[in-house]
C-alpha cells in the first residue's frame, strides 16, 4: 500500500487534542466521562509488546535494535492517521524489547503529537509506585498531558523473581501498590504505610502531571475478583481477550459495572476498552493470510504458556475471526462490523488492536495500522456517535 501519510514533524504543539478536551470531529456527539474527570469519545487504538520472533516465512530474526525503531514508527504513523491511543507492554524476557514501555513512550511522545501514550500493561505488583508515577508524569510532561497507565497483575510473571518478589504474594502486592499509586495521583506530599515497601512520610513525589491528573485503568484478564476491585475503586477497565468467543466478557463487565454502582460510582461514568488481537486487510482472505503465519509463531513462540507451546492450527485460526469470535482480523468493513458488534454488546468506550504479534514484517503493519486509521476507525466514530444521538 503507498504511503499518503504526511511525514512532517512540525515543531508546533499548539493544536494537540490533549485528555481534558474533546476531539473535535465528534464534539457533542457520543462522548462520555472517563471517571477520572476528563471526557472521551470513542477511541481506536494499537499496542505491541515488541516481540522478537524469528519470521516463519524467511527464517530472519529481528534484532532487538531495529524492533526498538520499528515500534516508534508504529507509534508515527498511528499518530498521523489520527488513531487515538497507542500501548507499549511490559515484558522482560529476550524475546520482547518491552522491558522499559516508558522509554519507549518517551520517544513516542518526541515523535508525536495527538496520540495518547499508555503501556499495556505495567506490572505494577513488580514495580515500585513511586517510580512508575515519576517515570508516567514525566512523559506527561513531554506529551502535553497524552500519558496514560493501565496497571495489571500481568500473565508473564518473570518480572516477579528478577526484582526480588514472591509470587505467593502476587495478588496483595497488586493490591497494595495500586492503592498506593492511586494515592501518589491525588496527594503530595504524601504519608503512607504498607506491608511491602518502606512508609513514606510527607514525602514529596515529583514531577506532577502536566494536567489534573494522569488516567489509570486497571487491566483485567476475566478474573471476577478483579472485575469487582476495580468497580469498586471507580477505575476504568481494560477487558484483554486472547481467544474465544466476543461474549467472553460479558459476566465480567455486569460484575464491574454492578460493583461500581454498590460503590456509589455511576457505572455509565466508567469507561471499558477491550484490548484483542487483530489486523486490517485489503479484504477478509489477505487480512487472515497475512496475520495467521505471524500469530500463531506468536502463540508458540512468545505465549507465557513456556514449554507447553501453545499450536494454532489454520482452522482454528479462521474460526477464531469469524463474526462472533474475539479476533479482530479482516477487511475494513469487517472491522468496522467487528468493533460496532463489540460496542453494542459491552458499552466499550476504547478498543486496542494488538496487530503484528509474532514478528509480522514492519511493511505488513504498517498498512494495517494505516487502514485501521484512514478505512476503520472514522467510520466506526461516526456510527457510534450517531447511535448515541439518537439513543439521547
Known amino acids: 500500500m503507498a504511503r499518503t501519510v504526511s511525514r512532517s514533524r512540525a515543531g508546533d504543539h499548539r493544536n494537540i487534542c490533549l485528555r481534558r478536551q474533546v476531539n473535535p470531529d465528534v464534539a457533542a456527539t457520543g462522548v462520555a466521562e472517563d ?5 472521551m469519545a470513542f477511541e481506536i487504538g494499537i499496542m505491541t509488546f515488541g516481540e522478537v520472533t524469528e519470521n516463519p516465512v524467511t527464517g530472519e530474526l529481528s534484532s532487538p535494535r531495529r524492533r526498538v525503531r520499528e515500534t ?4 508515527e504513523l498511528a499518530d498521523e492517521v489520527g488513531l ?3 500501548g507499549v507492554g511490559e515484558h522482560h524476557r529476550s524475546d520482547f524489547v518491552g522491558s522499559a514501555p516508558t522509554i519507549l513512550l518517551a520517544a513516542a511522545a518526541e515523535r508525536t503529537r495527538n496520540i495518547r501514550l499508555t503501556s499495556s500493561v505495567t506490572v505494577l505488583g513488580s514495580e515500585d509506585p513511586v517510580r512508575v508515577w515519576e517515570q508516567f508524569a514525566t512523559i506527561d510532561l513531554l506529551s502535553a498531558g497524552r500519558a496514560e497507565i493501565i496497571a495489571g497483575r500481568g500473565s508473564y510473571t518473570e518480572s516477579f523473581p528478577l526484582f526480588g518478589y514472591d509470587l505467593r504474594d502476587y495478588a496483595e502486592l497488586f493490591r497494595e501498590k495500586l492503592d498506593l499509586l492511586l494515592e501518589i495521583r491525588e496527594q503530595n506530599p504524601l504519608t503512607w504505610r504498607g506491608r511491602f515497601r518502606a512508609p513514606l512520610v510527607e514525602a514529596d513525589i515529583a514531577p506532577r502531571a502536566d494536567g489534573a491528573t494522569i488516567p489509570i485503568w ?26 474465544g468467543p466476543m461474549t467472553h466478557h460479558r459476566q465480567t463487565v ?19 476498552s477491550i484490548n484483542a488481537h487483530g489486523y486490517v486487510g485489503r479484504t477478509s482472505r489477505q487480512a487472515r493470510d497475512v496475520m ?5 509463531k506468536g502463540m508458540l513462540d512468545n505465549n507465557h504458556q513456556r514449554g507447553a507451546g501453545f499450536r494454532l492450527s489454520r482452522p482454528a485460526f479462521d474460526a ?9 482480523v479482516g477487511s475494513p468493513p469487517e472491522m468496522i462490523d467487528k468493533l460496532l458488534a463489540y460496542h453494542e454488546l459491552y458499552g466499550l468506550d476504547r478498543a486496542l488492536i494488538q496487530m503484528g504479534f509474532g514478528g509480522m514484517p514492519q511493511k505488513d503493519h504498517l498498512d494495517a495500522i494505516e487502514r485501521l486509521g484512514t478505512e476503520v476507525a472514522p467510520v466506526v466514530r461516526r456510527e457510534i456517535a450517531a447511535r448515541s444521538g439518537r439513543a439521547a
Open 35 to 39: 471517571g477520572q474527570g476528563t471526557e
Open 72 to 75: 516508534i514508527e508504529q507509534a
Open 84 to 86: 487515538d491511543v497507542f
Open 218 to 243: 486497571v487491566g483485567v484478564g476475566g478474573s471476577p475478583a478483579s472485575a469487582v476491585s476495580t468497580g469498586r475503586l471507580g477505575l476504568p477497565m481494560a477487558l484483554a481477550l486472547l481467544l
Open 254 to 272: 455486569d460484575l464491574y459495572r454492578e460493583a461500581a454502582a454498590a460503590a456509589g460510582h455511576d457505572p455509565a461514568a466508567l469507561p471499558i
Open 292 to 296: 495467521y503465519p505471524y500469530f500463531a
Open 320 to 328: 477464531q475471526s469469524t463474526p462472533g469470535a474475539g479476533l479482530l
